[in-house]
């Protein structure tokens, strides 16, 4: 609930500061450049919000992998993110792009379940 408490001014700040910056640059490409930028900042937000969830549902005892929920929500956060720029930047047509962030993807789930392994209670603790 905290966690919550403090992301939404936190959106609404950047959400304000998108607003001053839409009318501050007339011109469309500047204004999509700030809604984008200010979209990956929402974005890092709402993976903090996560993260901080996660963290209280553990230190409640009603989660039980919180190393690995917390680097399973950054990193794909942080993969598509970057897919996203890598978008921007370079297009949509790239095919390889697509394929790269996948294969991130599924190293991620990789290393989130190894993470889990270790993070498994084991019998006698």
Do not use: C, K, Q
């Not at 993260?51 to 794909?76: C, I, K, Q």
């Not at 598509?80 to 190293?107: C, F, I, N």
């Amino acid at each position: 609930m905290y966690a919550t408490a403090a992301a939404v001014p936190a959106a609404v700040v950047i959400l304000s500061h998108l607003a001053w910056a839409w009318y501050a640059h007339p011109a469309s490409a500047d204004r999509r450049a700030a809604a984008f930028d200010h979209g990956l900042a929402v974005a890092a937000i709402l993976a903090a919000t996560l993260v901080a969830g996660r963290v209280a549902l553990w230190m409640e005892g009603r989660a039980r992998y919180v190393w690995a929920d917390a680097v399973a929500v950054l990193g794909a956060i942080a993969v598509v993110a970057h897919l996203a720029v890598a978008w921007r930047d370079e297009g949509v047509g790239d095919v390889g792009v697509a394929v790269v962030h996948a294969v991130a993807l599924g190293a991620l789930a990789v290393g989130v379940n190894l993470i889990r392994a270790f993070e498994e209670p084991r019998p006698g603790r």
